[in-house]
């Protein structure tokens, strides 16, 4: 065996959502904040999110994280999150996994009953309580940086569906949120593929139509994921909906979603439907569930915020070392469109929100 590059990996799943970590072989990363690291690895070495993400050795399932160290001065580790198409500044269910990693391998320490953590994500500082019995974390709850909306009840025109009403709202992601029952949908297993081909549709419509700039951080991309939301229940009194995230190029994100559900909570509020403080129940496609609430409310320019805190649980699944052999013909990786929706590996490091 004779590899010129070896990335130590831990994979790892939040109800369900891939999130795999890369422990060792990244060093150096150039960036004050993790955000500058990000952006180095967008422009710079966009190669090794393709190896790690892509085909032979990823799918179109897979998202990855980095750790990195981080210079924030209550921070005790910085991530950078990698999915599919882009370098989303935040991810519930990474951090997730990312928590879970650092303590159940000892990179950092563990204490029981409960680990408080502070880790550094691009978009900032997430504080993390992590319930921890016999060694393995049981519950991950995250602080999330502010969610707004920016539009609610915005029209849209979408190919083959015309005008829609939709909202748009930022988690960590920003969101196209479309009521599902409106444009006649069923947030259903067997419906995965029809809410795919949709969901990238108008998210496509939407970014084209609507532009949309963080007022902190313009570097933040605008549109780029659609989230369908289902009707609103009580569950022994416990407010309770099904959402299902679209991640391009064109999957469903298979957990209930962290900064969708973020993302949620900012529209949830804003139409009153919530309180501060309230429990709220967030289900995926496959029925699991994270639990979440408006912890606090917060300004980000000229837009009001929430503050939103994200609990679920993340499992350990594998440790790995990945490789690659110099006489590789594929050490980039590369996506065909029997899975991947279409061929993407022609396309540079940085995504428009309209692919």
Known sequence: MRWNKTLTVVDCHAEGESGRVVVGGVIGIPGETVFDMRTYLATQQDDLRRMLLFEPRGAAHHNANILVPSRHPEAQMGYIILESTEYPAMSGSNTMCVATVLLETGILPMTEPVTNLALESPAGLI????????????RVRFVNQPAFCYFLEKPVKVE?????????????MTYVLVDAERIGVELHPSEARTLCELGQRIKKAAAEQIIVCHPDNPEIPGITNTEFTGPLR???GILTSRNTVVVSPGRVDRS?????????????????QIAQGEPFIH????????????L??????PYDAVVPRVAGQAWITGLYQMGV???????RG??????????IDHLGPVWSAAE
Do not use: N, Q
């Open 234 to 236: 009580r569950e022994e």
């Open 160 to 172: 083959g569906l015309g005008e829609i009403v939709v909202d748009i709202a930022y988690g960590g």
């Open 127 to 138: 504080r993390v309580e992590c319930d921890c019995e016999d060694g393995k974390v049981v």
């Open 296 to 301: 606090d409310t917060a300004t980000v320019g």
């Open 325 to 331: 052999d110099p006489t590789d013909p594929f050490p």
């Open 256 to 272: 209930p979603c962290g900064t969708g559900t973020s993302a949620r909570l900012a529209t949830m509020h804003a139409r009153g």
């Open 334 to 343: 590369f996506t065909v469109a029997d899975t991947w929706m279409r061929s």
């Open 283 to 294: 289900e995926s496609l496959i029925g699991s569930r994270f639990e979440s609430s408006v």
